[in-house]
């Protein structure tokens, strides 16, 4: 039985009042969370404060986004071992608007999911398909392309020690959730993909669900076979909305 993992990527939003607030209300309702793991990821400035502020709790902390590279002349950017020494368990790799906005393609994702498991992060590795590319019936293809380029670069094994987060692009801050039935069948798409080439990974996969989970649909997406949590963005600005989709996976 696979645990479920509810991360809150909380994109460029807060402030350190705004933060300690949040933190203070999910952590008055985190100990009583059965068995599931829960996460906050947090902008760049303020993992020092979810460090001091989450350290010996149950929520874990982690980046949205991390540098290839491990130093050097990279203006701007911030590297893994970094993270690191901040006491991040998770980075976000390749979410979407990294994609889009950003430009990075698969095979930097690649190189940043390598990078992180280099020094031990969990890289939560994101996917999904535009509403275009739905509509032009190749969900199973993209997704399936963003999958092959981490295993192309690390592979399969690698996601033994990986979460992997299936977004699909149109659902994204839209208010426009996939149906249960919607993600189940891009969730089983990837694990039996990873099943062909290795049955016991797949198995053990975390595949997360994202874009407009609230309070009020996670249980019914948590209820999936293949869902095993949820990668949550603006419910996650919110304690107890983040704490109802917290309990929904326990
Ligand atoms: P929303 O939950 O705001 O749709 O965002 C989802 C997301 O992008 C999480 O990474």
Known sequence: MRRKLVAGNWKMHGSLAQNKALL????????????????????????????AMLQGSKLA??????????????TGEVSAPMLLEF???????????????YGEDDATVAEKY????????????????????????????VVGRQIDAVIQAAGVESLAKAVVAYEPVWAIGTGKTASPEQAQAV????????????????DGLVIQYGGSVKGANAAELFAMPDI????????ALDASEFLTICRAAA
Request: hydrophobic letters at 40%.
């Open 24 to 51: 203070d209300g999910v952590l008055a309702g985190v100990a009583d969370l059965g068995a599931m793991d829960c996460a906050v990821c947090v902008p760049f400035p303020y993992l020092a404060q979810a460090q």
């Open 61 to 74: 902390w982690g980046a949205q986004n991390m540098s290839q590279h491990e130093k050097g002349a990279f």
């Open 87 to 101: 006491g991040c368990k998770y980075v976000l790799v390749g979410h979407s608007e990294r994609r889009a906005i």
């Open 114 to 141: 390598v990078a992180a498991q280099k020094v031990g992060l969990t890289p939560v590795l994101c996917v999904g398909e535009t509403l275009q590319e739905r509509e032009g019936n190749i969900t199973e293809q």
């Open 187 to 202: 969730h089983a798409f990837i694990r039996g993909k990873i099943a062909g080439l290795n049955k016991s990974v797949a």
């Open 228 to 235: 095993d949590g949820g990668l949550i963005g603006g419910a």
